[in-house]
């Protein structure tokens, strides 16, 4: 039940499959530096990106590596903060680091995407766009904070993908699987579905179980540890507030996640009963293109993924619900539902038509359009920043101002 092999295109030569991918790299980084233009001429610290990240690994070195932040591991961002500070990178310089790193990942996600996303190369193109273009009102991009949410897709691609074809490959699943899941609490999230489509494999004798077995186990085993520390966290709430069933705001933040990327800005401002009523529709929608969908494995997992993750959203904000918004919390609630339902789609088209080209375009373009008319450039300064780190040489603790305001990087003197 794995996804299918990736068909080659009638007549097509290698020439052309790396012009589209290219193509597509330079449409994705068009796209992150449309949002982030300041990220690429004056990177700076994000959050946790600064006040955890980089600040432990000053003030801690490499005990700080498994360290934790909301309750869940960052491996790879804290991998790339004790690197670069063990190899001399000043600290105000890991900034530009933490840029590298960020599109490195990027890189690595586009990649497999394109290797691994079943269908021929106008689905593949497709499908390394949609991971950027999703339009997205509030959040950052571009750091080392929020770069769990775009890496989180390698969990599938590797799981459920194409497989690789030879050893070197095989090994390098593993360590990115491991990586992955230990950089945010996807692998939670997606483990059940994980689980059951091993085995289904492995009692159908499929040639690849035996590379799926040790990819689960890697996953499982990073899913304990994660399991672990968020029960000695103590909860997975992000809101504050007693858990109402009844709360209408869950419908509502269904219905915004199955209708913005179709309606735009406006899906906020539709009456209740408009809402109500699109829901219903929407479910109805959802569930014939399930039906659909029968026998089509890669559909059918992209979308379970999909609805594991928005239902792990509606449980961390059980406590207000109303907060839930494309454009309040959108990379964190909203992202990876609309990515992987995107992917579904994408794996589902019959694309020896036209209509399935003219189909994607249109909605990629809406996508990218409501970027540019309703969201626009996010900067947080027009100036680099600036900070005296001179007190740190005094045997003085310094407090780094970082975005966004009012966060700080406190970075303690060496003994």
Known sequence: ??????????????????????????ISIGALVFRRPDAFTMPWFYGEEGREFMADAHNEGWASIFHTANGYFHLYPRLIAN??????????????????????????????????FPGPRRARFFAVIAITLVPLG????????????????????ILFG?????????????????????????????LPLVVWHTWKRWQAHDPERGRMAVNTAVMLAAAIASALSLSDYGTVQRTDGAFDPLNTGFANAAYLQLWYPLIGKGVQSTPRWLG????????????????????HAPTRLLLVAGLLQFTAVLISYRGLPEFLSPYSAGIRTFYLPVVML???????????????????????????????????PQRFRDRPAEADLAPLTRGEAVVVPIDPSPWVMRLEPSE
Request: hydrophobic share 60%; charged share 10%; aromatic share 10%.
């Open 1 to 26: 039940m794995a996804l299918d092999p990736t068909p080659e295109d009638p007549g097509s030569g290698k020439r052309s499959e790396m012009l589209l991918f290219a193509l597509s790299i330079v």
């Open 138 to 157: 509030n959040e950052i991009w571009m750091n080392q904070t929020n770069l769990q949410w775009p890496m989180s897709l390698l969990i599938l691609l």
């Open 276 to 295: 109500a009523s699109l829901l219903a529709i929407g479910v109805a929608a959802l569930a014939l293109f399930w039906r659909l969908a029968r026998g």
């Open 342 to 376: 995107a992917w579904a789609v994408i794996a589902r088209l019959d694309w020896s038509k036209r209509g399935s080209m003219t189909l994607m375009g249109m909605l990629m373009a809406w996508w990218a359009a409501q970027t540019i008319l309703f969201v626009g």
């Open 83 to 116: 690197l670069g500070l063990s190899v001399g990178v000043p600290v105000l310089k890991m900034a530009w680091v933490n840029l590298v790193a960020v599109l490195v990942i990027y890189l690595v996600v586009w990649r497999y995407t394109w290797t691994r």
């Open 162 to 190: 194409t497989p690789p074809s030879n050893g070197l490959g095989r090994w390098l699943d593993a360590f990115l699987l491991l990586l992955t899941c230990l950089t945010g609490p996807y692998v939670l999230i997606l």
